[in-house]
DNA sequence: CGCTGTTTTCAACGAGTGTTGAATATGGCG
DNA sequence: CGCCATATTCAACACTCGTTGAAAACAGCG
């Protein structure tokens, strides 16, 4: 099934090991598998092919390997600010779909699992996912969209979409996760343009 | 602190010691606040005044006090049903207001947690969503609202409002979750009539 | 009263957790 | 070559977890 399993002896490895990229990986695959508490540092160590005692020496505890799993998402929170900066023309159809088109990729939604089941379980997740958002991407939405309430319309925004893709790609509700990536991108992208352009409140 | 500590010898207590609902209580807050896997029997028990050997007594395993918890939910279901079957008129807002205002109440949002908690970091559990909405909703809200899409149509707005419901309680996303109830549903409601009554996809 | 069934605690097992200190091998520098 | 820093494993500690079998106290019925 798996590796040979010739007890391997102590020591340094010969040539350049990959081995702290190995644990980073098999860490963002437990950690978006099973959230934080979920994941043992002996599972990801099994899968990285090394010994849990390694983790401590190249990251720490377990809290400093989960920090270590959170750079992604910090590109990926530039990468929507950009968007922001662009033409308004269509800015919501572009908005769902770098958005949703996030999850598809392998490389991409693994962190950001990770970050949502951590996140729903986690205290101090959850207060690192609100810092994260509240300073690096709320404060700016005003500006950006030249509006004054664009903070309350960025957060419903947010919460239509992560609401989208946690029936799609967590729960997997059947009707969400079957769809192709086009049409569901063209049966959200009117309601966020109108979160983005449209007055708020009742009529 | 906390309630005298002496040591209670075993056997039965006299009169009619409500032990059985008192560790479903507990057992519920444990679970909307740990979810699942982080909550433990011993400190279920413990928050009940319990031996954790009663719990096993009582209700089997810990999937089986799990699966006891949901019943609340199963009625927050036919709740929404009831509505659905009601006049189509200002049918959005009555809908983001019902099921928003569950999540005010903290007899129902406890459940309302525990289910999100445990859906999103425990397969099972998410499956038992899976079966409770897709059996239980999805399935007669074609007919509920006389549309062929209209189970899209569904999950797209189920979508939208856990969205809302996450910020706001589990996140606890300022902008989502500062906001007093009635200006949250007039915000949300126009989007959520959209989805009921408005053509689905690109115009 | 005595018997039976239910409720309750106790003590413990076995597995799994994060963490730690020490031992061993390798790489690269002087 | 010799030496030090780095990489790697081993063995173990101190917990916590879910679960279990048995014993003790009470309730209610005959």
Redesign the pocket.
């Known amino acids: 099934m798996s590796a040979p399993r010739e ?11 990959g ?2 990229e190995a644990i980073l990986t098999a860490a963002r695959g437990q950690f978006a598998a099973h959230g934080f ?1 979920g ?5 990801i ?1 099994g899968e990285a ?10 990251f ?4 400093d ?1 989960f920090d270590a799993t959170l750079e992604v998402p910090h590109q990926l929170v530039e990468r929507i600010k950009a968007e922001l900066a662009g033409e308004p023309e269509g800015l919501g159809e572009r908005l769902t779909r770098t958005y949703l088109g996030l999850w598809e990729d392998p490389a991409t939604s693994g962190p950001l699992l990770a970050l949502m089941r951590s996140a729903v379980t986690s205290e101090p997740a959850a207060e690192r996912l609100r810092a994260m958002l509240g300073r690096r991407l709320f404060a700016e939405v005003p500006a950006l969209l030249g509006r004054s309430d664009g903070e309350v319309r960025a957060a419903l925004i947010g919460a239509h979409l992560v609401g989208v893709a946690l029936a799609r790609h967590v729960v997997r509700l059947p009707p969400v996760a079957e769809l192709d990536l086009d049409t569901l991108v063209s049966y959200c992208a009117p309601a966020i343009g109108r979160y983005l352009t449209e007055p708020l409140g009742a009529p």
């Open positions: 007890a391997r002896r102590p020591g340094r490895r010969s040539g350049d090991s081995t702290r508490r994941a043992s540092l002996r599972t160590a092919g090394v010994d849990p005692a390694l983790i401590r020496h190249f720490g505890s377990k809290d390997l």
